[in-house]
């Protein structure tokens, strides 16, 4: 295993769930045009061609051609399939209508198909509505809420190419997420070395690499973790243990208490980001387990920064094709070859033959 992959997955998949390790920008607008978007933000976004960010907290919009109400129960038509799941999904959100009841957030009752739903509203809302009416939908495909690498146009827009033609403008809250604080060290001590005391909020995380360990094969009898006898096929256990290591600025030590809270809250994203990826290994045989979860240990630094441990691990297999190949310039001196048939109507055919591969061939 190679501490740059669990630092790359983090990096892609963490900013999804928190912002806690990314320098984090206001949004002003999104729009796209054919397969480029256009981004406009708040503060200088300081990112330079080729530079990558992440977008989140778009709501794509889908126009509702038909919206009406009866006895408090509104049916919506949509001009392009939408994406809802009745189950899956709760709530709808509505904008643009000039009937105030009907902006906002509601229940959502049904899915016929994918062109309509059905959703609560008050009863003595007015039977049609009208408007410019759009559901925005939280899309998982087809949507700006991921990371892209960026052209700079200035120093507050810049753009990014789409796969497909999607709404424009977005909608929602829009963050973007920039320079991820996550790397890898050789260990603990190495991480405190490089790690860069950060405001209040911002958060830092090292990846280290434990040593690989064996594991003790059960039906072992001696104190030797694996025996090998040409008698028995070679497979044995391998435990990969890897640590990330969490540092949270902290203003005094007494406030220590606090960031270890925290810490427990860190840990849903970070189970979300790792568990299960099967990082590559050192064999050949496809990798047994993806990463679990092995505990966590917690301490404070002198320079008032708490550092919580989540420890992880994988397992996988050494076998047969992992040893030495077999020698194969042993010579053979003779074939020895008995048969027996029961297909002669005499019964019993025995057959035998003895071949001395020293005698010359003629």
Known sequence: MKAADVVK?????????????????????????????????????????????????????????????????????????HDLTLGYHTTVQIIGANESQYNGIHN????????????????????TATGTILLLEDLKRFTYNRWHKITKVDDN?????????????AYGDIKMKIKPRITGALDLERARQSYTKQPPGKLWAY???ENIAANKDRSEA????????????????????????????????????F??????????????SLLRIKFSQPA???????????????????????????????????TYQDTVDDDISVAFRDIYMDFESSLSDDGLVKMQQIINLDDDVA
């Open 9 to 81: 997955e983090l990096r892609f998949r963490l900013p999804f769930y928190t912002d806690l390790f990314t320098d984090n920008i206001a949004v002003d607008e999104i729009t796209s045009s054919v397969l480029t978007a256009n981004v406009k933000t708040t503060a200088l976004h300081t990112l330079q061609t080729n530079d990558y960010a992440h977008i989140s907290g778009c709501l794509m919009p889908n126009s509702i051609i038909n919206l009406t109400q009866i006895d408090g129960i509104a049916y919506g038509e949509v001009s392009s399939t």
């Open 108 to 127: 959502l009752l049904s899915v016929p198909n994918r062109k309509t739903f059905t959703f609560e509203i008050a009863s003595d809302a007015p039977a």
């Open 157 to 169: 827009n810049f753009t990014f190419e789409l796969e497909k033609t999607i709404g424009s403008p």
């Open 207 to 209: 990846v280290v690499v």
């Open 222 to 257: 001696t104190d030797a973790i694996f025996t090998s006898t040409t008698m028995t096929s070679y497979r044995q256990l391998i435990i990969q243990a890897f640590h990330v290591y969490i540092f949270i600025p902290v203003t005094h030590k007494t406030s220590a208490a």
């Open 259 to 272: 960031a270890r809270d925290d810490a427990d809250d860190i840990l849903v994203p970070l189970n979300r």
């Open 284 to 318: 050949f045989e496809e990798i047994i387990s993806g990463a679990v979860f092995a505990g966590s240990n917690f301490g404070l630094d002198e320079n008032s920064t708490y550092i919580h441990d989540f420890i992880y691990e994988t397992t996988y297999n050494l």
